[in-house]
Each structure stands twice: as C-alpha cells, then as structure tokens.
C-alpha cells in the first residue's frame, strides 16, 4: 500500500450508474500507477476495480468515485467484503508507508513480514489484510499467485541489493556510486513496483539512509 492523490472530478458515467467503464479504467489507472493499491504490484494480467467499502448493493458506496480503488485479481479476492475500517490510501490523515513496516522476503519462497508501527486499529486491520495478500497460499490458485507475487517482489529485491553493493564497494568510483543511488531513487518513487518495501529497507539500512534520506520523503 502506498500514498495516492486522488486528482480530478468523478468520471460522468458514475451519475449513470455506471462504473465498469473504460473512462473510470483508465482514470484509475493513472491515479494508482497502474499497481495495486495493496500488494503494490503492477502490469496486472487481472486488474479489477475494488470498493474499498464494500457497497452490499448500496448504490451510493457502488457508484462513489471515491469508493472506486485499483486493484489486483488477487487481492480483490482476499479482500472481500470480511476486511473493513482499513487504512485509506487516498488520505493524508496517517502516513500508510510509515504506519505499516514491510520487510522482503529473504528467499522467494519465505514469507513476507508486515507489521504495524502505530498502535490504531485501522493499521492493525489493515496489517492483517496485507499478511493475507501476500502470503495466503491456503488454495491451488491461491498458492500459484502468491508464488507470483513472491517471485516478483524479490526479484525487485535482489536489483536493490546490487544497488546496495556498488554503493558499500571500495572500488566502486563517484560515478559508480551516483548511478547506483539515482537508481535506487527510481524504486522509492510511488511509480514503482513495492515501492513501500524500498523506503522501508532504505530507512533501516545505514548506508543507504546516508545516501537516499533526501529521497524517502514520507
């Protein structure tokens, strides 16, 4: 989950009970970068429009532009409609990269850890939703999409750590070390892939916090 700024006017079709459509698809799509508002992954093969409320048929939560979040085929599923009063993306209110520590996972088939920081009940409902979004695998399909997922995310992890190496290197040179930092600013942007993930291990990394604290910005 990361900080989204939900820019411009509800699209003209939801005054038409209208929400599947290519004119919210595509406003969606810029707003949320293309990724999943909670696993954060993106170019999804399944992209799906989530009611962050779930509307149980109330055309006022069903049609609200602001009810309207980006999301994967997997994580609409885990979902559902069973985790509510969650953490607002689109809110300023509490800081969701801060409020939620997320560490990679440290081989692609260990689990991912996601734990809260502040003590507030959205964070801990919001925790137990994101623990389920990325690392249930209690079906086949299940299992198949959270093997994905995993891939995925430590593959991004293992460009960060070589990132990481060139920087700590002695025989690295000034412009070895500058290509590495602006490259690793690139996946602390809202734009990239787990990009909450990045800020997290940056934060807790020493030399990297000495090189990219300007970058983090949160």
């Not at 509800?10 to 209208?18: K, R, S």
């Not at 309207?68 to 990269?97: F, M, P, Q, W």
């Amino acid at each position: 989950m990361f900080k989204v700024e939900r820019t411009g006017d509800a699209p003209v079709c939801l005054a038409n009970n209208e929400y599947n459509n290519p004119e919210v698809v595509e406003r969606l799509y810029d707003i949320f970068h293309g990724k999943c508002y909670l696993c954060e992954q993106a170019d999804l093969d399944a992209p799906e429009i989530e009611h962050f409320e779930p509307h149980m048929g109330d055309d006022t939560l069903k049609y609200n532009w602001e009810n309207l979040y980006y999301s994967c085929a997997r994580c609409n599923s885990i979902k559902g409609t069973r985790h509510r009063n969650l953490l607002d993306c689109c809110s300023s209110e509490i800081n969701v990269v801060r409020a939620i520590k997320r560490k990679p996972p440290t081989m692609p088939d260990s689990d991912m850890e996601i734990t809260a920081v502040i003590e507030e009940p959205r964070v801990q409902n919001t925790v137990e939703l994101l623990e389920r979004c990325f690392n249930e695998d209690n079906t086949a399909l299940r299992g198949i999409t959270r093997s994905n997922l995993s891939e995925n995310l430590f593959k991004h992890y293992t460009k960060l750590l070589s990132h990481r190496l060139v920087i700590v290197n002695r025989e690295s040179t000034d412009r070895d070390i500058q290509d590495a930092v602006e490259r690793i600013e690139i996946m602390l942007r809202d734009t990239y892939e787990f990009s909450a993930f990045w800020r997290w291990c940056v934060m807790e990394d020493r030399k990297l916090r000495e090189k990219l604290e300007h970058a983090l910005n949160f």
